[in-house]
């Protein structure tokens, strides 16, 4: 069973410049996340979707960071314009409807110099 | 807003030592409490999970101990061996609301040869 895929793994970029990462889930997962996880701390929920509606964004900084899962499927999540602070494992989990257990893709590394 | 909070932060032990890990949270909403182990460039991935009903679960040489009335849970790794070196994040949710998971802060296990 192929888990969830995440592009690119890396990525630099400079401040106040945009950047995007794409997620595929696990196929039949209709249960979507996008997790921001700072070196030396654990993940922290950024957003939720179920099927392509949002369920939870409320810990997502809504006036940079965007995200998408327009057919309830692959999903991107956005950041326009990023921040020093902003750098980062973005990282992307999937769950079946009824299972208690997320998949979570490798993420993707963000460093904003 | 930290509603779970994890220790030690490091951990050293040599081969063949019991590793233990401690969580405490806060809400008392929470019915599913996940350890996740994450290897350097991977995803986190489940480990063992409990629910409140129980105060114990093991699977081979993982054990969660769980008190409910402290509100705080354990990881124990028996016989621990170098490729158990890696972070541990326990976490914890409310599988009716949607199971996003609040997450530790993770504790980075060493086990010496």
Request: with cysteine; net charge positive.
């Amino acid at each position: 069973e192929a888990g969830v895929a995440q592009s690119p793994r890396y990525k630099i970029i400079e401040k106040r410049q945009s950047v995007a990462f794409w997620c595929n889930p696990i196929s039949g997962h209709a249960t979507l996340y996008w997790y921001q996880q700072i070196l030396g701390q654990g993940p922290k929920l950024l957003i939720q979707f179920q099927n392509n509606g949002v369920v939870d964004d409320s810990q997502l900084p809504k006036d940079r960071f965007s995200a998408e899962r327009l057919k309830g499927v692959d999903s991107t999540l956005k950041i326009q314009p990023a921040k020093l602070e902003d750098s980062a494992v973005y990282l992307c989990a999937s769950r079946f409807t009824g299972s208690t257990e997320a998949f979570f893709g490798q993420g993707t590394r963000l460093t904003v110099v | 807003q930290q509603q779970v909070k994890q220790s030690p932060q490091s951990l050293i032990v040599q081969k063949g030592g019991i590793s233990i890990i401690n969580c405490a949270y806060e809400n008392t909403a929470f019915d599913y409490f996940p350890w996740y182990q994450q290897f350097p460039g991977k995803g986190p991935a489940l480990l063992i999970a409990i629910r409140p009903d129980v105060s114990e679960k093991k699977e081979g040489r993982f054990t969660i101990s769980f008190n409910k009335s402290a509100k705080q849970f354990s990881l124990h790794i028996m016989d621990s061996q170098p490729g158990d070196s890696a972070t541990y994040f326990c976490a914890a949710s409310m599988l009716y609301n949607n199971n996003d998971m609040r997450f530790g802060a993770g504790t980075r296990l060493t086990v010496k040869p």
